[in-house]
């Protein structure tokens, strides 16, 4: 009898098996049925369909244990670091919310996301050259940038090196869309207005460092004021000098200006050699003539003192006070007197006279001989009375 004929055993499949035995394949519909109610139950539906609430508890949990997990990985996602030198910048919804410090944070992913930006590093940029030129120093040059007109209209070839770093990140971000080209305009400009106010030999020379100094101030108060969160650290003139098609010219008037700085010196220290000496030569001048003056003065006046002593004594005595006179002139003219006078009328014998002795113009040789020939010649003596007598006169004795 067949499995499915009338009369026959209904418990019995095709394979051999009993219907709600477990051996054998399963039916189709039971199990399409079965996954029905799990997928009813997963979803709040169909728990209680035929008396299946345990399998209703069980979707339920499940269903918990899955959104569990997958909020944790949510939240583990969010989770960032920021490290040391760097800030966080919080962004909601693509708009600017905070800026977070070096350190673990969290924010909820796919609500906000974070952009780091790095403020520790010091950049650089440089105007009028390219590092990495066939100059070592200084790299290529770049025309366009480093020729500027200075003040007295002359052309410079500027070469400049600046250092910055970001300071605020959200400025930096947010505020410029470029911030480096933004950077370049703004030195490019400070540095052309500052050598436009200077003339070139004080940029070529001493005002180096004014120019740095005041391209930096410059610079950065642009900056700030375009709020581009960028803060400029150095500012430093590579090299400042004429443009290449007249450094020769410039060359022989720095030659030139060379020579006329020192042909000044020379002159300066000759004039520093002889003002000082004709100083010194007139100062003498002056000190001697009053010396000669004081001794003038104080001769004179010892001898007014002395005639009038002399005066005094000759009233008293004239005949003493005359001859002691006479003597003292007499002795004064005859001790440099080279002359001899001879006696040869009252004498017979041949007088010898040591003229060579007498002629050496010895003092008191001269003196006593001259004594002695007054007093054996009355004609010489005469004489010498005369002269002392004009002598005395001219002294103002009478």
């Given at each position: 009898m067949a499995w499915n004929e009338p009369g026959g055993s209904g418990n019995k499949d095709p394979w051999g098996g009993r219907k709600n035995n477990e051996q054998g394949p399963p039916d189709l519909d039971e199990v399409v049925k079965k996954l029905q109610e799990k997928f009813g139950g997963l979803f709040g539906g169909g728990g209680k369909r035929n008396g299946s609430s345990g399998s209703g508890r069980a979707g339920s949990i499940g269903i918990?244990?899955?959104?569990?997990?997958?909020?944790?990985?949510?939240?583990?996602?969010?989770?960032?670091?920021?490290?040391?030198?760097?800030?966080?910048?919080?962004?909601?919804?693509?708009?600017?919310?905070?800026?977070?410090?070096?350190?673990?944070?969290w924010h909820p992913r796919g609500i906000q996301t974070v952009e780091t930006v790095d403020i520790a590093n010091i950049r650089g940029i440089s105007i009028g050259f390219r590092a990495g030129g066939g100059n070592r120093q200084t790299g290529s040059s770049v025309g366009?940038?480093?020729?500027?007109?200075?003040?007295?209209?002359?052309?410079?070839?500027?070469?400049?090196?600046?250092?910055?770093?970001?300071?605020?990140?959200?400025?930096?971000?947010?505020?410029?869309?470029?911030?480096?080209?933004?950077?370049?305009?703004?030195?490019?400009?400070a540095i052309r207005e500052t050598i436009g106010k200077s003339e070139m030999d004080y940029i070529l020379k001493e005002g180096r460092a004014d120019v740095t100094e005041q391209t930096r101030e410059q610079v950065q108060e642009i900056l700030d004021r375009y709020k581009t969160g960028l803060q400029v650290t150095t500012v430093n003139l590579q090299d400042a000098q004429p443009p290449e098609q007249v450094q020769d010219a410039f060359a022989d008037a720095v030659k030139a200006q060379g020579d006329q700085v020192r042909v000044i010196n020379e002159a300066k220290a000759y004039s520093n050699d002889i003002v000082p000496r004709a100083r010194g030569k007139a100062a003498r001048q002056l000190a001697e003539a009053n010396a000669y003056k004081e001794q003038v003065i104080a001769e004179a006046t010892g001898e007014a003192s002395r005639f009038t002593q002399v005066l005094a004594e000759y009233k008293k005595a004239p005949e003493v006070t005359r001859k002691r006179l006479y003597l003292e002139a007499m002795e004064s003219v005859m001790t440099n007197s080279s002359k001899v006078l001879v006696d040869v009328e009252g004498g017979g014998n041949l007088l010898y006279l040591p003229l060579d002795k007498m002629m050496s113009g010895g003092s008191s040789t001269g003196s006593s001989d001259g004594r002695r020939i007054i007093e054996g010649d009355s004609a010489s003596r005469q004489i010498v009375e005369q002269r002392l007598r004009d002598n005395v006169r001219g002294r103002g004795v009478r």
């Open positions: 918990g244990l899955i959104a569990i997990v997958a909020i944790t990985v949510w939240a583990i996602s969010g989770v960032y670091i920021v490290e040391e030198g760097t800030r966080g910048v919080v962004l909601q919804f693509g708009k600017y919310n905070k800026t977070t410090q070096p350190g673990p944070h366009r940038e480093s020729l500027m007109l200075t003040e007295d209209e002359n052309i410079v070839d500027v070469k400049l090196a600046v250092q910055y770093k970001v300071k605020s990140a959200s400025d930096y971000l947010f505020n410029v869309k470029d911030p480096e080209t933004t950077l370049r305009q703004v030195i490019e400009s």
